[in-house]
């Protein structure tokens, strides 16, 4: 994609300094851009570098007096920081959602729709009676199993895969090798040692502007009719694991290789860190923060805490606890000497 | 699939109290059923639901005697919940291998064969010398590599991936993005600080009833001839590694995100809590149970134990040191005490 | 793959004794190889089996005395360990790459080239302004994203992702499930609650001989030309996560499940256990061992150092705190009797 600087300028409601007609292509670092790219001068500290780009433009605010000559065009605008950032976004979404039409060959089932502005990668696979909405983009080898809705604006990338009824909210990104709707872990054990598959027959809801990480797990509920539900702007990493008939709060965002045992509730706005876990069915307040590692045993009620350890509790005591632990050697000298006294 | 209350009646060897005509294509709870779905009353704590559900038909003990007028069409049988489970289960194993039929573009290569009933979704591909059995599901992008064997009634869902050589028994589910057979994670250290991949040979071999979660890794024996082993009836959760030569026992469990490392010899009926993990090279026994989040460092060999902790030991004495640990404030005030008198 | 007994002691510089004609086709231990297999005597603990067994040849050391007949051909060689080790690898490195040619269906997108001897699996995807080296191998399911670069004798297995924009080397390995250059997880919090996604426009570059696991994720950096870096000779077993801007130096190893968090660095010859993690922002030191389940919490700066533990540090001084956490009953004991004393 290539604009004039006037055009930018436009968008940006700011004023040109210099030739509008130079052609910008990209977005870079003032220290880094080439002649075809826009960058940005905000904080003064980086004045200096202003003078040596070699940008093609450089926004910068109104009230921006330059020192030496410039050789980049500026487009004056009232936040240089906040007009860059925007540019960024639309940039990013504009290249995101670049992909359309279908590739052949992909497959789609009887009674199956799709919206307009669609994307269907080569070797894509929608089964049976799906329903897709507008501006959905389906790469290659991903997989959505019959029986699924999937909201508009919605990103699944190439071979992640939907089992059969999932639901799918809009503008939900579901990334490379993501699994949704898979079996729950659910075995009765019989009187010989063995064990028998309890069905799962449940389903798996996201709602809007859900993000899933790459090879993410959400596993579907136990009964027909039931969900494991990820609710509104909930936000997971790479490699979790969210077991069967899980909730999930609102804005509740999970780091890389955390893990949410069986119906377990978790509330609004929790954060939970890296290779965090829950034990099975317990609830968790909102604005909970799970550290990294922590092994969360039980419910946590009040709202705002911070948990941490192995068996996690509050995060202060945790690393005071921790702190005399890395001390022991000195405690068991004391007790010594003092046992030496006795 | 619909079935009228007088068929399924028939199925369970009880008795029509209603209209035996009504149509049933669905189950669910009491409080919930609608008109087309049937549900049962076991625990009398719940008589109300009787009198207040739209469900079609309700399944009740042949002693129950109702207190007021009940829409639903009865089905009398000897225990409500085991015939209520039995149908969960057979519907749920009508609705798992459904699928039948190839589905275009799938791939299969020279001298394979394949059973009857079976299911290759489009883009699942099929290498070359393959042997399948009868009623196999192979989802969509599903791949069995080159020299594999798949037992009977085996479902292999979406994307999971099968090296070449895999052995894979009956009744098996592979879950969607399941890896089995990559390389075991050998690497001989070279003077220069470099490393060389060692030859990894071998294949992976699992015996009949074994569930495999989605996403969850399982590598291949180093050796020629030499397999990496799960037995018959183990159940592995999402996301779990099994490394090189691993073997594990029958009715051994694996909840999320557990690992074991190269060599490890697991027992019959272990089960291992969710971010569990062991060293290699060491035994386990049968019986023994790993809490979550344990690592195990050492051979368990007398069977039957519980093992708990970051180096995990007995259960109960772990959790005899983790109470201390959070009291190691206390304690060193106690001995701070004890300084000043001395 | 079959040779002569001749053309394998052609190969290895050695002597035959017996029939050269013999037909060799793999390779086995001398307890269990067949008449087709080659097999070796080096131990001469192991002298016994020479004696009985049923491999078609045997490699003995030139200096070799047989003290009872003996029915394999023998291959008289200098060492007959690293010739066999030799063999394993040639045999290895053929039959992994022996596939070879397009099967169809499969895509590749406008101005993307590929070099000789390439493997393309049925429904393997490359997108658009790709380039692919010589003997690439691109497994069935597999998909590279626009604008990628894979070099020499790379390969790259069933159902691994490539997002677009990635560079990989020469020489490496992308086991199946891998995922390379998926989104950072980058999430701005919004006054209301709520996260904006930052856009995640970097790349990832894999160098030379760098080994990645199965279902592995490496997230792709933050920046329009920054990438998320692995140097030369690098391996990352399976489940792995590397989140975005991170750098990983030369000749890492990484075991299954490690994680490590967003622009932390990663010095050379490192080693990493099973499980482990490290915050984001902070800096290894080269030749540093992270032990398994380790959690590291801060920058390592000095070389050679090994740390373990829950919040991890030196592994000698963890070890010791932790024989006194196990203890920790009999020192709450012992402190118990001088309280009672005092």
């Known amino acids: ?12 409601n700011g004023e040109v300094d210099g030739n509008g007609e130079t052609i910008i292509s990209g977005l870079g670092k003032i220290q880094e851009a080439n002649s075809h790219q826009l960058s940005f001068l905000s904080n003064l500290k980086y004045e200096q570098h202003i003078y040596t780009t070699k940008a093609g433009a ?17 487009i004056r605008v009232e936040d240089p920081y906040a007009s860059f950032t925007a540019l960024l976004e639309e940039y990013h979404k504009a290249v995101t959602f670049s992909k359309s039409g279908v590739e052949e060959p992909s497959y789609i089932g009887e009674n199956s729709s799709v919206g307009t502005d669609i994307y269907r990668g080569a070797f894509s696979y929608i089964g049976k009676n799906v329903k897709i909405g507008n501006n959905v983009k389906i790469y290659s080898n991903a997989y959505v199993g019959d029986n699924c809705t999937v909201g508009d604006n919605t990103l699944i990338y190439a071979g992640s895969k939907l ?23 659910g075995f009765a054990p019989q009187e010989n040692g063995s064990y028998k598959a309890i069905p799962q027959m449940g ?3 996201l709602e809007d502007n859900v993000s899933i990480g790459a090879n993410t797990v959400v596993d579907c509920a136990t009964f027909h009719g039931d969900a494991t539900l990820i609710k509104e702007g909930t936000k997971l990493d790479n490699l979790v694991q969210i077991a069967h008939n899980v909730k999930v709060g609102k804005n509740t965002v999970m780091a890389a290789q955390s893990g949410i045992s069986g119906s377990t509730e978790i509330g ?55 702190a005399l632990f890395k001390s022991l050697p000195d405690i068991n000298q004391r007790l010594r000497e003092l046992e030496k006294k006795g």
Request: glycine letters at 10%; aromatic letters at 10%.
């Open 268 to 322: 609004d706005n929790c954060i939970f860190g890296g290779q965090s876990a829950t034990v099975g069915h317990i609830t968790i307040a909102n604005k909970t923060t799970v550290a990294a590692k922590t092994g969360v045993p039980k419910s946590i009620k009040k709202e705002g805490q911070t948990i941490f350890g192995y068996i996690g509790f509050d995060i202060k005591k945790f690393l005071s606890s921790y």
């Open 163 to 185: 089992y059969e009824g999932s639901i799918i909210g809009s503008n939900c990104t579901i990334h490379a090798g993501a699994v949704i709707g898979s079996d729950g872990f």
């Open 203 to 205: 389903h798996v809801i």
């Open 58 to 74: 450089i926004m910068v605010s109104k009230s921006f007096v330059a020192e030496k000559p410039i050789s980049a065009t500026l």
């Open 1 to 12: 994609m290539e604009f004039s600087v006037n055009q930018i300028a436009a968008l940006l």
